[in-house]
DNA sequence: GCATTAATATGGA
DNA sequence: TCCATATTAATGC
């Protein structure tokens, strides 16, 4: 679905870009870096061009709830966007990953000029929005076996399966805080997912063996409709 | 290579 | 939910 960044895609085509392009800031990040400050000002937008990360907040004891996760391509800090003049969310990198950078000032005057694209970003905020509002009820409603397990669907759509094994290296507590619950609770969870035979694991690597079942046994919450 | 620390897995209050 | 502990993996020297 993210053939590309949206930028990419959209802005080669006609002749504002370059200028945009070329004022684009490149940098990298090491895994375990954190680029986004909860509070810190927004001055503009992050793309992925390669590389993973994930998005989150702090709650309450300091416990991190991840809101999302982005692979290459995609867009990060666009919720601060706009309105907000302070970042609510942090962001950091899961694995060596390399951003580019675009100030406000820049990326307002593309979108004035570039319909396409800003019809296209429109269409990434209208999905946002649609599986925030998804993770709302599967928060409140789904048991934590069911929130686990969705997790891992999401997961695997997102990043896809690579040798057997989903293309991402998590710990068990990171599953937890995108889940929305504990490190035990999810290493119980996953015990019981690979007796059954639906998952495997080997170290911290996760190998999703039966998709369509675990789809099947969370379906009546029909979520994972996502990018 | 080995020693130390971090993460995982289970059991139980 | 929280804590204790055994096992296993990752990291530093």
């Known amino acids: 679905m993210n053939t590309g960044c949206l930028i990419k895609r ?12 070329h004022e684009k800031r490149e940098f990298t ?3 375990g870096q954190q680029f986004i400050m909860e509070g810190a000002p927004v001055n503009g937008l992050f793309f992925i061009l390669s590389g993973k990360v994930k998005v989150f907040r702090t709650g309450i004891n300091g416990r991190e709830q991840i809101v999302r996760f982005a692979n290459s391509g995609e867009i990060i800090g666009h919720r601060g966007f706009g309105t907000q003049e302070y970042y609510s969310i942090g962001v950091m990198a899961l694995e060596d990953t390399a951003l580019c950078y675009f100030s406000k000032d820049n990326l307002q005057k593309v979108l004035l000029t570039a319909p396409n694209f800003t019809y296209d970003l429109m269409l990434f905020y209208a999905n946002e929005l649609n599986r925030s509002e998804a993770k709302v009820k599967s928060i409140s409603q789904m048991t934590v076996r069911e929130r686990v397990i969705d997790a891992l669907i999401y997961i695997e759509r997102k990043f896809g399966q690579k040798n057997k094994f989903l293309d991402i290296v998590l710990s068990r507590r990171e599953y937890a805080n995108y889940a929305g619950t ?4 999810v290493i119980r969870v996953f015990s019981a997912l690979k007796k059954d035979n639906l998952i495997d694991t080997k170290g911290k690597r996760v190998q999703i063996i039966d998709s369509s079942f675990l789809k099947r046994e969370i379906s009546e919450h029909n979520f994972y409709l996502d990018s």
């Open 182 to 185: 504990t490190e035990e609770q």
């Open 10 to 21: 959209n802005l080669n085509l006609n002749g504002i870009v370059s200028e945009f392009t």
């Open 29 to 31: 990040c090491k895994k």
